[in-house]
């Protein structure tokens, strides 16, 4: 339940193995490649002076970017064609990526598939094309098919044009109204569901000004094409025998498709993986450094893995590698990989979408995933709605295996089943099972007061995980003078005694101690950077001094009204407790109403309904909320960077 311990891998490698040494890379996952040049400029690639090294040592002053000949780009559109011809999206079979292959080979599988199928595709396009346009025209002229006019005939007039076209039903109005200002013949045919089917005749020589009047009535002309004549009727039925002979062809083309997938489908599979695992070695040699005879490799592994890569690298001659710890490196943050337990490690989810921790910050996932689950039961505790939400996240958890949602809204269920146990309430209901706590309606102020000190605790918490961040990487400024550091959490105590004694009417604290302590704390903050500074032997201020002083003037008020209205923003918690019997007593109340004992049933189920889909998901939000703006705010910053293996899916 920690950040895993990183280090820094330099690897030196032969040119002549680059490629079988980047593949297993990839295939080992477990790799979080840096940009060599960059460690090797800044003298962070340090080989031990040895005989066997002199070579790779010297060959380090003639580095360059390592070369790429960026030929795959035109495999990518090869391979899309193929997949579109077979409908098929192949996953990959790292069986094919073991074994020794060169690139000639996969590429030339490709060539031949395509080169097979690319004619047939295009074919079968042309073929879809032209099938689209029949049954639009059959679409078209079933509504004229009783129409007893040859077309043979409309061609055939001397001094006047024809034309078939489908108007708007708006449009047809506006006809109509300006029907004796056109000089055409319209001829209504038939009704589509938003169009009428027209047959215009108009003397040719007021063809221009009719083309104006189709335009502006946007008038959509249906051309029968010259190789149809006779009446519609006998135009449909040759469009339908054009079809079959168009559907024909395509089922031909979709045979000799079917028996080229099968003849190569198993090599495909293979060449596609292959094709994926280049583009992934092509990514990785950007990363690389080069001179003649040697490419220079930089990356950070967990320390745990150390050996297994040593082990997995034995089999090549020649290939130096050398770790280096962390603190050994000057100009590159390690990335931050977060190891938790099964129970634990759905929340990490939530915690990135704050921010990945840094490499020397506490994995805030554990108190995260504690606390939220114990908010969310606590505001939304019921036994059966619970189970609903434990059902609903197993049913997720397997219809979706690698997502982190279905084991989230498990969690969250049972702590609901959890709470639901402790208040006595069963979809709603405080009759059904007893109460082992108790019930929140009948314990109102208890309920809202528990809250509080409850979020008075999370609080003390998140100080305690503030000071200990701040001691990992030696800040002592915010970790002892900072608003969330020691004389913060003095502060906060030496307030909380100050006006939880006037409010009990006791004397929690002396109040001119705690008066004392309040100036003191307050004054530390204020000028926490020069008494920071001058205990690190510093500079006494990072920026002008009045700048300093307003701002940090500013900060306290800030401090202060965070603190207070922190601490009564956890009266939520006990609110929606509240707030969830409440909701429930009104759909009993409605159900009532209506009299009815099948009508009261219906109205209890929609109420459950509501209740686990719309509070569940404002009561998920609230408890976001309190996370991020009352505990992650005090003690986590969020600014690493996460450890992303070069690895291929």
């Known amino acids: 339940m920690a950040v895993e311990k990183m280090a820094m891998m330099d690897m030196v490698i032969p040119i002549g193995i680059t490629h079988e040494v980047l593949k297993k890379i990839i295939l080992l996952g477990k790799v979080n490649l840096t940009n060599a040049i960059d460690q090797i400029e800044d003298s962070e690639f340090v080989l031990n002076v040895e005989g066997k090294n002199m070579d790779k040592i010297v060959n380090l002053s003639f580095i360059s970017p390592y070369p790429t000949d960026n030929r795959l780009g035109k495999y990518s559109d090869k391979i899309n064609a193929i997949k579109t011809a077979f409908h098929l999206d192949f996953s990959l079979d790292k069986n094919c990526l073991k074994t020794s292959y060169s690139f000639d080979e996969t590429a030339d599988i490709i060539d031949i598939a395509y080169e097979e199928i690319i004619k047939l595709t295009q074919k079968k396009d042309d073929l879809e094309k032209e099938l689209k346009k029949i049954d ?108 079959k002979v168009l559907l024909d062809n395509i089922k031909e083309i979709d045979e000799k498709l079917q028996e080229i997938e099968e003849k190569n489908i198993d090599s495909l599979k293979c060449a596609f993986s292959r094709f994926q695992m280049e583009k992934k070695i092509e990514e990785a040699e950007k990363y690389l450094a080069s001179s003649k005879k040697f490419a220079y490799l930089s990356a950070w592994v967990s320390v745990k893995d150390k050996q297994q890569i040593r082990d997995e690298f034995k089999e090549f001659e020649n290939l130096l590698i050398e770790f280096k710890d962390e603190k050994e490196v000057q100009t590159v943050k390690p990335p931050t990989k977060l190891k938790n337990n099964r129970l634990f490690s759905p929340f990490e989810s939530l915690v990135k979408m ?94 809202l007061e528990a809250a509080v000190f409850i979020g008075i605790f999370l609080i003390f918490m998140s100080y305690g995980y503030s000071i200990i961040n701040a001691v990992k990487v030696n800040d002592i400024e915010n970790g002892v003078f900072g608003k969330n550091g020691i004389a913060g959490l003095i502060f906060y105590i030496s307030l909380l005694l100050l006006i939880g004694g006037k409010f009990l009417n006791r004397v929690l604290i002396p109040t001119g101690f705690a008066v004392v302590l309040l100036l003191l704390t307050m004054a530390a903050m204020v000028v926490k950077q020069p008494l920071g500074n001058l205990i690190k032997k510093k500079p006494l201020y990072n920026e002008s001094v009045s700048d300093y002083y307003i701002e940090s003037g500013f900060s306290i008020i800030e401090t202060l009204l965070s603190m207070l209205s922190g601490t009564l923003s956890f009266i939520r918690v006990g609110a929606f407790a509240l707030t969830h019997v409440g909701l429930f007593i009104a759909f009993q109340t409605i159900g009532r109403l209506i009299g009815s004992g099948i009508g009261d049933v219906v109205v209890l189920i929609i109420g459950n309904v509501v209740i686990i889909c719309l509070e569940g998901l404002i009561v998920f939000i609230q408890g976001l909320r309190l996370e991020y703006y009352e505990l992650f705010s005090r003690y986590y910053k969020g600014e690493g960077v996460e450890f992303s293996p070069i690895k291929i899916n």
């Open 136 to 243: 639009n025209l059959i679409g078209k002229f079933s509504y004229i098919h009783d129409m007893d006019i040859s077309i043979d005939d409309l061609r055939n007039l001397n001094y006047f044009q024809y034309q078939f076209g489908v108007l708007s039903k708006e449009n047809r109005i506006k006809l109509k109204k300006n029907y004796e200002n056109i000089s055409a013949l319209a001829f209504h045919l038939g009704s589509g569901d938003k169009e009428e089917i027209y047959l215009m005749i108009y003397p040719k020589s007021v063809e221009d000004e009719i083309k104006r009047i189709f335009r502006s009535l946007n008038f959509s002309g249906i051309d029968v094409p010259k190789e149809f004549s006779g009446t519609p009727r006998e135009v449909i039925q040759e469009l339908k025998n054009k079809k």
């Open 354 to 447: 704050y921010g990945t921790p840094s490499y020397n910050e506490l994995d805030p996932t554990p108190f995260l995933s504690v606390t939220y689950m114990f908010l969310f039961g606590a505001m939304f505790g019921d036994l059966g709605q619970g189970f609903i939400f434990l059902l609903a996240g197993i049913f997720l958890s397997k219809k979706k295996k690698n997502s982190v949602f279905g084991p989230l809204i498990m969690r969250i269920g049972a702590s609901s089943m959890i709470f639901g146990t402790l208040y006595g309430g069963f979809f709603g209901f405080e009759n059904v099972i007893p109460a082992l706590l108790l019930r929140p309606f009948d314990n109102i102020n208890l309920v």
